[in-house]
C-alpha cells in the first residue's frame, strides 16, 4: 500500500492574514482633529493612520486623501475631529482570515490597505495589497 504526505499548498493558498499583516505604529485617537492628523502624516511621511476609539479599539483608517477636503479650510482642521471626517470603517480583516479571501475582498472594496483585528476589535497590524499580491503570486519555495 502506498501513502502520500500530503503537500503543503501552492500559490499562497493556506496562507493567513497573519502571515502577511504588518505592524502599524502609526495610531491616532477618533476625538483627534484633522489638524493633528494631517500634522502625524507629513512628519512621518506616511499615507494613512489607524483610529482608535475611546476604548482603545479599531474604528477605522484615515488617509491624506480623506483629509483634504477638510484641509482646505483652516478653521476646519483645528475644530474637526477624525471621527467626523469620512473614512475607512469597518468591517476589519482578522488574522485567520485565508490570505487568498481577504485579497480579493479587498479588490472588491478598493482597498489598498486593511486594518486587521483580533476578535475584540482591538487592532494588530494592517494587511496591505500590495504584501498580499506578493505573497500570493510567490511560488513556494
Given at each position: 500500500m502506498t501513502t502520500h504526505t500530503p503537500q503543503p499548498e501552492r500559490r499562497g493558498r493556506?496562507?493567513?492574514?497573519?502571515?502577511?499583516?504588518?505592524?502599524?505604529?502609526?495610531?491616532?485617537?477618533?476625538?483627534?482633529?484633522?489638524?493633528?492628523?494631517?500634522?502625524?502624516?507629513?512628519?512621518?511621511?506616511?499615507?494613512?493612520?489607524?483610529?482608535?476609539?475611546?476604548?482603545?479599539?479599531?474604528?477605522?483608517?484615515?488617509?491624506?486623501?480623506?483629509?483634504?477636503?477638510?484641509?482646505?479650510?483652516?478653521?476646519y482642521t483645528e475644530r474637526t475631529a477624525i471621527s467626523a471626517t469620512a473614512h475607512q470603517r469597518g468591517p476589519f480583516t482578522w488574522p485567520t482570515m485565508g490570505l487568498a479571501l481577504a485579497a480579493i475582498a479587498m479588490r472588491v472594496k478598493h482597498l489598498a490597505v486593511w486594518p486587521v483585528v483580533d476578535e475584540d476589535g482591538y487592532i494588530l497590524g494592517v494587511l496591505t495589497a500590495d504584501r498580499a499580491t506578493v505573497l500570493l503570486t510567490t511560488p513556494p519555495g
Amino acid at each position: 500500500m502506498t501513502t502520500h504526505t500530503p503537500q503543503p499548498e501552492r500559490r499562497g493558498r493556506g496562507l493567513t492574514v497573519a502571515d502577511a499583516m504588518d505592524p502599524c505604529d502609526y495610531q491616532i485617537a477618533d476625538d483627534n482633529t484633522v489638524d493633528q492628523a494631517d500634522d502625524i502624516l507629513r512628519g512621518a511621511g506616511i499615507e494613512y493612520l489607524l483610529v482608535r476609539g475611546h476604548d482603545g479599539r479599531c474604528e477605522g483608517l484615515v488617509t491624506r486623501t480623506g483629509l483634504h477636503p477638510f484641509l482646505t479650510r483652516s478653521w476646519y482642521t483645528e475644530r474637526t475631529a477624525i471621527s467626523a471626517t469620512a473614512h475607512q470603517r469597518g468591517p476589519f480583516t482578522w488574522p485567520t482570515m485565508g490570505l487568498a479571501l481577504a485579497a480579493i475582498a479587498m479588490r472588491v472594496k478598493h482597498l489598498a490597505v486593511w486594518p486587521v483585528v483580533d476578535e475584540d476589535g482591538y487592532i494588530l497590524g494592517v494587511l496591505t495589497a500590495d504584501r498580499a499580491t506578493v505573497l500570493l503570486t510567490t511560488p513556494p519555495g
